[in-house]
């Protein structure tokens, strides 16, 4: 069986609700504290997807994802890279994809060295956003988007706006790694608010490697994998009713983590 380690630490909140939507997906998942894991590395080679949960880890303190992100730089590092060169899979949701983006290994690592090139910094309200968004796709090459042409999720962060240079954002839409933006009804948000919550340039709202295997994204799938969890789910039922169609139980966001399973089936 496919397995996933769901990182968890001082002020992770969403480490349940993201192993439940991989074992909902099929795969087999544990959480794993961070000091469990520094104490017993080669825990992460029984496992084929990583993963690091929304939340607030280390209360934010020394801004949002750093500290965490230090810890495992520190202790955990040659394992990281190690787990990432055997081609194995990587997701970072919300504080995950800060953590990620500050250890450096989105956009992607060079010569196993840690760098940061991108940064989620302060949202443009000066406050913090609990929304649901609307998302599309952009990258062919992101294994976990597979099937997916348009997505609804809640985004609930402070420090969501993604930030990078000219030339980093040129090579990011170059390359494909461009995994989702904020659009309003079909066409880009434009940075507009509400439909990009936070001011991300671009709008962009998720970002994988080169590789494809690792994404980082701000919203939150594992808060959409039920019909019933959509904030108009009683408007869509009714409308399936009166077409006669069938109520489905699961929502798009656990495609995302099914996506992961089946890329080692």
Not at 55 to 79: C, M, P, V
Not at 106 to 129: C, D, F, M
Request: glycine share 8%; net charge neutral; charged share 25%.
């Amino acid at each position: 069986m496919v397995k996933a380690i769901v990182l968890t630490g001082y002020g992770v909140n969403c480490e349940e609700e993201t192993a439940f939507a991989f074992r909902k997906a099929g795969a087999e998942a544990e959480i794993l504290h961070i000091n469990d894991l520094i104490a017993s590395p080669n825990r992460l080679q029984e496992a084929q997807i990583l993963a690091f949960p929304g939340g607030f880890s280390y209360g934010d303190d020394t801004g949002s994802g750093n500290a965490l992100a230090n810890k495992i730089r520190n202790n955990l590092w040659e394992q990281l890279v190690d787990f990432i060169e055997a081609e194995k899979l990587v997701i970072g949701i919300c504080n995950g994809f800060q953590v990620i983006t500050n250890l450096g290994i989105l956009p992607g690592i060079e010569n196993r060295k840690p760098q940061r090139t991108v940064a989620l910094t302060h949202n443009n309200s000066a406050r913090y956003e609990c929304r649901w968004t609307s998302l599309k796709p952009f990258s062919k090459k992101c294994a976990f988007t597979k099937g997916i042409d348009s997505i609804r999720l809640p985004v609930a962060h402070a420090e969501g706006k993604f930030t990078a240079s000219p030339e980093i954002l040129k090579q990011l839409n170059e390359s494909g790694q461009v995994v989702f933006r904020y659009v309003k009804g079909e066409e880009l948000a434009k940075g507009e608010f509400p439909f990009n919550p936070n001011g991300s340039a671009e709008d962009i709202a998720g970002i994988c490697d080169k590789s494809g295997r690792i994404l980082g994204m701000m919203p939150h799938p594992e808060r959409n994998i039920f019909f019933t969890q959509q904030p108009d789910w009683n408007l869509q039922r009714e409308r399936l009713r009166r077409a006669g169609k069938e109520i489905p139980e699961e929502s798009a966001g656990l495609k995302i983590f099914r996506n992961a399973v089946e890329y080692f089936r």
